[in-house]
């Protein structure tokens, strides 16, 4: 009697062990450029969507308060000394955080990079908002849409070592010889800061008094160019294109300062990355050449050599579609 006691005794504990184990959470956090803006704010809404499609995960969403790598290494160590799960990140360097991530996968830490992204020995695998290749295209086109003349145009861009932005820039550039009369007058960068990128955009308009188009392949940038461009009185002579949210462009395209701009739904790039790892952590998928990882509602990526994926093709906003957009994201 005493015998069966401890045996259904022993039976129920292991059953609760068991049970804490499967219903224990999977952590997986998502580290973003920096807190505050808008672009990841909605990609961690997307994350927490995935969260509760898959049931047993917590997201973890975290950042610096700037756009630095030395601020992304102090959270990526506080992460790892957590021990979470999977880490998915977008880099403020390339190249910076690689030691960091080695450490956290010789500890059995997933780490995947999206959006922009980190060497391949620093994380498994790479999920890019879109091909690279067709947001430079992209870009440029934009601009000469709207300059049947052709004419000059600048870029203002995020940080100087920004992998996502400098990689669109080279593809917009290799694709600009099919607009001959289109002509690259400069580069700047506003490191993702509003304030910068507003006395940027100022010096640009200032500099080339024939300016026709800034090129804003930045979120923070588009919207400060726009905003110079208003205050300038120059709407109607400079249009401003790139990539930025429906939100935060939806009065300049109303107002004119902006024909269009272009941007993937970061909702459904922070749920892609939540997915993918998961599935990684899991075991339900390996990163390597020619695989194919799940991604719950958006299907699945196929990982090129370089273990590097496409989302989704880039989707242009202007008036006709602005207003259904601006209260999504």
Do not use: C
Request: hydrophobic share 45%; proline share 4%; net charge negative.
């Amino acid at each position: 009697m005493k015998l069966t006691k401890l045996v259904t005794t022993a039976a129920v504990a292991l059953a609760m062990m068991a049970g804490t184990a499967s219903a224990k959470e999977m952590r997986i956090a998502l580290v973003v450029k920096a807190l505050g803006i808008g672009f990841f704010e909605a990609a961690h809404k997307g994350a927490e969507e995935a969260a509760k499609d898959l049931g047993d995960v917590k997201v973890i969403y975290t950042g610096p308060t700037d756009t630095t790598a030395e601020g992304q290494i102090e959270v990526l160590n506080s992460l790892i000394a957590q021990n979470v799960d999977a880490i998915a990140v977008t880099a403020n360097d390339t190249d910076a955080l690689v030691p960091t991530l080695k450490k956290a996968m010789q500890r059995g830490i997933t780490v995947i990079s999206w959006d922009s992204g980190v060497a391949a020995g620093g994380r498994e695998m790479q999920l890019n908002p879109s091909s690279t290749e067709l947001i430079g295209k992209m870009l440029i086109k934009m601009a000469a849409d709207n300059m049947p003349d052709g004419g000059d145009v600048a870029v203002l861009s995020a940080s100087s070592t920004a992998t996502n932005q400098n990689n669109w820039i080279a593809a917009m550039k290799d694709d600009m010889g099919n607009y001959p009369n289109i002509n690259l007058v400069a580069t700047v960068y506003g490191d993702d800061l509003a304030d910068k990128s507003y006395r940027e955009a100022k010096g640009l308009i200032e500099k080339y008094p024939n300016l026709k188009a800034i090129i804003a392949p930045t979120s923070v940038g588009i919207v400060a160019a726009a905003k110079a461009v208003t205050d300038a009185g120059k709407i109607g002579e400079i249009n401003v294109t790139g990539l930025g949210l429906p939100s935060e462009m939806a009065a300049y395209v109303e107002n004119g300062a902006s024909k269009s701009f272009a941007i993937w739904n970061p909702i459904d790039l922070g749920y892609a990355a939540t997915e993918i790892a998961y599935n990684l952590a899991k075991g339900n998928a390996k990163a390597e050449p020619g695989a194919k990882i799940p991604m719950g509602r958006l299907g699945e990526v196929t990982l090129d050599d370089n273990t590097e994926g496409a989302m989704a093709d880039p989707f242009v906003y202007d008036k006709s579609n602005i207003e259904q957009f601006k209260d999504i994201f």
